[in-house]
């Protein structure tokens, strides 16, 4: 199940390098969070209660609600994080370095706290990957949006090892739902706070709902494949491939955007990483 897994990761990186983009040109990174995880909740829920009913209306466990209910607390603050780091550097800079943090926090957690273990190509695998992903990373730790993005990979480990437990105590697509929703009444009583307070960043343009749809589809349908993939692998699997869109990055910048400083260190990181991919398939 580990190659079906690590397809469904890969697909999932590809939505999410897509819609950190769109997140990041849009001119307020948190409204345009906040309308869009609104729109995958709205556009989700029909689907869902069909499942619902389908499944012959599964209860969710009181631990799996609570687990999911601390990942959308997770996912808040992630949120802001990102939006901070986005507000004050390149999405360049930011996403390497907050993507490329994360799964070494994670595969720790999986290996020392939840007692996965890897056979010894897979932890070759992961070394090489976490090797990749460092090495593209470490060129762009620079900036005043280091550090919230350093503490954005914190919370993405963070979330992410919660997610590895709550997604085997029920049934993917209901644990998402719920964190969904949750995480869209989180942002909208967060953002109304802020506002109450005046401390709402002025942006240069809003997103209409009809773009707020369509990155929310890409968001919650990359965070369903993860759930997904995190529902037949390790965690020290999943995490780590989920961050290959950092190669991909590296890949464009060098090759379309000629950033030419580190290229060697970055391309060989890109090289490692793929290598590291096909040990953790085997």
């Known amino acids: 199940m580990i190659p079906l897994a690590i397809a469904l990761a890969l697909a999932a990186a590809a939505l999410h390098g897509t819609w950190n983009v769109l997140v990041k040109v849009s001119g307020d990174p948190t409204a345009t969070l906040t309308r869009a995880t609104v729109a995958g909740a709205l556009l989700m829920t029909p689907p869902a209660f069909i499942a619902w009913l389908v499944e012959g209306k599964p ?3 009181p631990r799996a609600a609570g687990l999911a209910a601390l990942s959308a607390a997770l996912e808040l603050v992630y949120i802001y994080l990102l939006s901070a780091a986005y507000r004050r550097g390149e999405v360049s800079v930011v996403y390497p370095i907050a993507r490329g943090s994360a799964p070494l926090l994670a595969v720790l957690a ?6 996965e273990r890897l056979a010894t190509p897979q932890l070759v695998g992961v070394g090489l990957l976490l090797g990749g992903i460092l ?8 900036g005043r949006a280091t550090l919230p993005a350093l503490l954005t990979g914190v919370a993405i480990a963070a979330y992410t090892s919660v997610d590895r437990v709550g997604v085997r105590l029920a049934q993917p697509w209901l644990y998402g739902w719920l964190l969904l929703v949750l995480l869209a009444i989180g942002l909208v009583l967060a ?5 109450k307070m005046g401390r709402a960043p002025s942006a240069s343009r809003q997103i209409t709902w009809r773009q707020a749809a369509l990155i929310g589809v890409f968001i919650w ?3 369903l494949l993860v759930l997904l993939a995190l529902s037949i692998a390790p965690l020290s699997v999943v995490a780590p491939v989920r961050e290959t869109a950092v ?3 590296a890949v464009w910048g060098v090759w379309k955007l000629r950033e030419r400083r580190a290229a060697a260190l970055k391309l060989s990181g890109a090289l490692a990483t793929l290598l590291g991919v096909a040990l953790l398939a085997l």
Do not use: E, R
């Open 221 to 223: 349908s990359g965070y």
């Open 191 to 195: 953002q109304w706070m802020v506002a």
């Open 59 to 61: 209860i969710l466990a």
């Open 135 to 142: 090495a593209v990373t470490l060129p762009q730790t620079s």
């Open 247 to 249: 190669v991909a990055v």
């Open 110 to 115: 999986g290996l020392g706290l939840l007692g």
